[in-house]
């Protein structure tokens, strides 16, 4: 547009500057000119062209909160809103008395700047009374594991912290480094696979054919790695990931000092009679009348461990020192709940009912064909030739199963039915129920850097010790009684401790030791 000097309120721009913006307008893009509806966003917003095309609609119902983006785009453009044409007297203003209005405006917010609101003091927190229990461990949360009930025997405060803090324990190195030893470890036994689930049913469905998978592998090859093991704890379900499973004894003086002071007769293999069977099968009083030959010594299995299968937990550390005393309580709690869990599900005693309900499972669904079809591309390969079936020095009590996997999923198609299936299996690894469970316990500890043994300590299991150490860890867990810290004689633990300096249970350990000095002295003024 030209200058025009007859205009009633003027212009800002001199004739050559109103010469270069019709220049300017001139070379704006014709769909930049005609298109009304464009939103000029900041530079920011404009990250990708993916982000860009998200209608808002479709952000807010894919997400659970409104990207942050898209909450700022709409505070940074404003509703515009539009003048009404029908009474034009109403939109004509007098230019001098804009400008009266516009220097009072300035004047105003200059000289007479409007006073912030009052500060609003801040509500009092209200004291969350819950239980442990209730607030961290119930749906829609996790349950129980093996972790929340040993973690507190390091230190009770110390979890309540982080539990209230974080959540959960938060991932350091040394873990990250931990994680990675036990993955190599477990990629030695086991070949893992993606696969997709459709379902919570579909997904236990995995979880249970894991574990029928590493009992196989245990029966097979002597050993598994990585066993998940649930069980029912005063009425809680409980879950934990044994790391090892074997049939070596990690100490057999232990195990025999064990079994001389109860009187445990030794174990024999579930393909081994007594002798006393033996030779009342034959009709004979005598060895000799039994024609028991050396032949059929040399190819009997030996009365031997292994038909007792032993738990090892792998630890991994930073240094070469292996912990003792106070310092290995949670792990010798971690062993025995490991084995207290195995035992459960190999004497069939896990009650499908708690579990079923607390994680609020439809027992009889059927999987989904999806999760079936993945499955039978991961089927557990049976050795045809049966020189490699087995170790002849291991138990032979494999049952006879199909092993066309999508056979055995279709006759087993939902958790009701593929957890009687894992009760086979269990009872086919475990013939002797409890007593095929070794009470010799390890921990393995490996160097976090290059997972090399370092050293391993054994230890016996002991139900009373167990029953006691659950029984108190479920009154804090019930918000029974409260979280309580580490005695005097375990105040090292403090200091690596990052919750330190607000626990009041040390400040009060503190005071408490400041005030029996306090009293020592004046005792002994007294005296003098």
């Known amino acids: 547009m030209g200058h025009q000097v007859g205009s009633d309120y003027g212009s800002d721009f001199t004739p050559d500057e109103e010469d270069i913006l019709s220049s300017l307008l001139g070379q704006a893009p014709a769909t930049l000119r005609e298109d009304s509806g464009l939103i000029l966003t900041n530079i920011e917003d404009d990250e990708s062209p993916r982000r860009a095309r998200i209608p808002p609609v479709h952000a807010v119902h894919y997400q659970s909160v409104r990207h942050p983006t898209l909450v700022a785009r709409q505070i ?3 509703p515009v809103e539009i003048a009404d044409n029908s009474n034009p007297s109403a939109n004509v203003e007098d230019p001098e008395s804009r400008y009266r209005r516009d220097r009072h405006e300035r004047s105003v917010s200059i000289e007479a700047p409007v006073d912030p609101p009052p500060p609003v003091a801040p509500e009092p927190e209200v004291p969350d009374l819950r239980s442990p229990l209730e607030r961290f461990r119930s749906r829609p949360t996790k349950r129980l594991s093996v972790t929340d009930l040993v973690s507190p025997s390091w230190c009770e405060l110390q979890y309540w912290f982080t539990l209230t803090k974080h959540g959960k324990k938060k991932r350091t190195p040394a873990m990250k480094q931990g994680s990675a030893v036990h993955k190599t470890l477990e990629e030695e036994v086991h070949r893992t696979v993606a696969v997709d689930v459709a379902t919570k049913e579909d997904a236990w469905g995995l979880r249970f054919w894991n574990i029928i998978q590493g009992l196989r592998t245990l029966r097979e090859t002597g050993m598994t790695r990585e066993l998940e093991v649930l069980g029912v704890l005063d009425g809680l379900i409980v879950n934990g990931v044994i790391d090892k499973l074997s049939y070596i004894c990690p100490d057999r003086e232990l195990e025999a000092s064990e079994a001389t002071a109860a009187n445990i007769p030794p174990l024999l293999p579930a393909d081994q009679k007594s002798i006393v069977d033996f030779l009342s099968r034959n009709g004979s009083q ?3 009348q039994a024609n028991f030959g050396a032949a059929n010594r040399s190819s009997q299995p030996s009365a031997k461990e292994a038909s007792r299968i032993y738990v090892t937990d792998v630890k991994t550390r930073n240094t070469s020192s292996v912990p003792k005393g106070a310092a290995f309580r949670p792990t010798a709690m971690q062993l025995m709940l490991y084995r207290r869990l195995l035992t459960s599900m190999a004497t069939n005693n896990v009650n499908t009912d708690i579990l079923f309900s607390q994680y609020r499972l439809r027992p009889d669904e059927r999987f989904s064909d999806g999760f079936v079809a993945q499955i039978s591309e991961t089927y557990y390969d049976a050795p045809s030739d049966p020189s490699q079936a087995s170790d002849p020095d291991l138990p032979s009590s494999t049952p006879e199963y199909n092993y066309d996997t999508v056979d055995l999923l279709l006759s087993h198609n939902s958790l009701n039915q593929l957890w009687s299936l894992m009760m086979r299996e269990f009872q086919a690894t475990f013939p002797h129920g409890e007593q095929s469970v070794g009470h010799v316990l390890q921990a393995e500890y490996r ?30 867990w019930r918000g029974a009684r409260p979280a309580v810290g580490v005695c005097i004689e375990e105040a090292y633990k403090c200091g690596s401790c990052e919750f330190a300096d607000e626990c009041g249970w040390r400040k009060g350990k503190i005071e408490d030791a400041r005030e029996k000095m306090r009293m020592g002295r004046e005792r002994r003024r007294s005296a003098v």
């Open 286 to 288: 005598t060895l000799s």
């Open 76 to 78: 940074a453009h404003p």
């Open 447 to 476: 160097n976090a850097s290059d997972g090399s043994v370092m050293g391993s300590r054994a230890l016996l299991y002991s139900h009373q010790t167990l029953d006691t150490y659950v029984e108190d860890e479920l009154k804090w």
